[in-house]
């Protein structure tokens, strides 16, 4: 009988130790799951335990958290609703089952994946407001002991402190992913993008902004189209001695020949039709601070002479003005075309080309620093979960192998769009492969062959420019026909301009 005494006094001294520490902090949701566990475990000596939460649109459970020899194969496997654990949802109670192979609710296919064999299995609902969101399960008691009334009784009061807890945890964890989202993005009163990057090829280029943020020097990034350079204007811009002062953006693309020249410099009373008062350029709004001119490659050729001077001498005229404006402004453009070619073909002056390239820095493409694909991902996912009003936890381990293997032609944004659109379309708690609809390319045509690329024979021109040419060729009538000649959807596949595509099609005479 003292034995029994001293045995319920240690339970309950340790049921004390666990209330105490596991309302103490809710910063960490997984690690919290990991030491309800681990104390459900030491009050009844057991070999393992999982935690399965419901999957309500799937009608299933999932583990989340296994511990024990197997733990590590048991986690993301999905359990029917017509398992032990499942007749502990529908039940919204307790269950001891200490004959497993003689129970017919007994899922055998957990067991067959991983090798480890159950024998006797106390399970518990794990509840939120009285409503069964998952259950704690405990297996194999040490010693081939049979679960009793008595463990039953100190995992109920366990699993009653850990639904509050997990409930307050994931309440805490969702704001703070909301806060995180929304001051990252806000930074002395002015919008920010936040920079997601853990890549060793992406430190490399922040080691380079930092160094060149200290100058006032003109920057060029380049890069492919979705990269993220504008996240990097910023970060110059931030880094240096400006950072007080304004960052002003200017897509060069998005205006027209007439209006760009108004948006750069302004305009005064009268200047043309519209002009009923005078209006301030981005130029003199940047005053004191940084200028980010994102597609440089695509300004008109009359405008580029008027950007040169500023870059010289920091003076300007608004249009229709004669009176000469001068700024401080430190300069940064971004362009995912080739200037040497522009230049080349006489669409881009070679003297504005020089005087921009005073600094290149070259952002690596997505496919290219494959480390940030996860961390990017599970950002936008913690985003488009609050904006959707779902509340999404992870990728589930399919889908997370699908955006790692995925070569993302698009690039960040291009991920952005799935993740949003996977939020949009799926339910939670887990992203699934359907939800991301990425199609794969079949490894076989990957790579054009010679024909195709317009190459045959040893007497054929292979010079590189020829051959980049050839490849432009055959990769812009590839996409093309994917979309069925929309132009509009072949572009948003390519990440380049309508107008850059026309001509392309037009210089390239596909048909």
């Not at 003005?321 to 002056?349: H, P």
Request: net charge negative; proline share 3%.
């Amino acid at each position: 009988m003292q034995v029994e005494s001293s045995k319920v006094i240690e339970r309950l001294r340790i049921l004390v130790e666990i209330n105490s520490l596991i309302n103490s902090s809710y910063s960490d949701v997984d690690a919290l799951l990991v030491f309800i566990l681990e104390s459900a475990m030491r009050l009844v000596h057991c070999e393992s335990s999982s935690l399965l939460l419901l999957d309500r649109d799937s009608s299933s459970l999932r583990f989340v958290v296994a511990l024990g020899p197997k733990g590590a194969e048991a986690k993301n496997i999905l359990v029917n609703r017509n398992s032990i654990a499942g007749w502990v949802v529908e039940n919204n109670q307790s269950l001891i089952v200490n004959d497993v192979l003689a129970d017919p609710r007994f899922f055998r296919s957990v067991q067959d994946a991983t090798g480890y064999v159950t024998k006797n299995i106390l399970a518990i609902p794990l509840r939120i407001k009285g409503n069964c969101v998952g259950v704690i399960e405990l297996l194999n008691k040490n010693g081939l002991q049979p679960f009793n009334e008595d463990d039953l009784e100190f995992l109920e009061l366990l699993s009653n402190q850990a639904g509050i807890a997990y409930s307050n945890a994931d309440e805490f964890r969702a704001a703070q992913d909301s806060i995180s989202v929304l001051s990252s993005t806000v930074e002395n009163g002015r919008e920010y993008h936040p920079f997601v990057a853990k890549s060793p090829e992406i430190s490399k280029v922040l080691d380079i902004v930092r160094n060149v943020a200290k100058s006032d020097a003109t920057i060029l990034l380049t890069g492919e189209s979705g990269v993220g350079k504008e996240l990097f204007a910023e970060q110059i811009h931030l880094n240096s001695s400006r950072r007080n002062g304004a960052f002003v953006r200017v897509n060069c693309a998005a205006l027209s020949p007439q209006l760009l020249e108004s948006e750069l410099f302004g305009h005064v009373k009268g200047a043309f039709t519209d002009a009923v008062s005078d209006v301030m350029g981005r130029f003199e709004k940047a005053d004191g601070g940084t200028l980010f001119l994102d597609e440089i490659g695509e300004i008109p050729l009359n405008l580029q002479a008027k950007l040169l001077r500023v870059l010289q001498e920091q003076k300007f005229e608004r249009v229709g003005s004669s009176e000469t404006v001068s700024v401080d402004v430190r300069i940064i453009v971004a362009t995912n075309r080739d200037l040497e070619r522009l230049v080349e073909e006489g669409s881009f002056r070679k003297d504005l080309y020089y005087r921009l390239n005073v600094v290149p820095i070259c952002i690596p493409s997505l496919r290219n620093r494959r480390a940030d694909i996860e961390p990017l991902a599970r950002f936008f996912l913690k985003r488009f979960s609050l904006e959707t009003k779902k509340n999404f936890r992870d990728f589930d381990a399919d889908s997370l192998r699908c955006l790692l293997s995925y070569d993302w032609p698009g690039n960040v944004r291009e991920l952005e769009n799935i993740i949003e659109r996977a939020c949009v379309l799926g339910g939670p708690p887990y992203i699934r492969v359907e939800d991301l609809a990425i199609k794969s390319v079949p490894a076989e045509k990957t790579s054009p062959c010679p024909e195709e690329m317009g190459i045959s024979g040893d007497d054929a021109d292979r010079t590189l420019k020829t051959a980049v040419t050839n490849f432009k060729k055959f990769y812009l009538k590839k996409i093309l026909q994917e979309v069925g000649g929309n132009q509009t959807k072949a572009c948003k596949i390519l990440g380049l301009q309508r107008t850059y595509v026309s001509r392309l099609i037009s210089e390239l005479d596909i048909r």
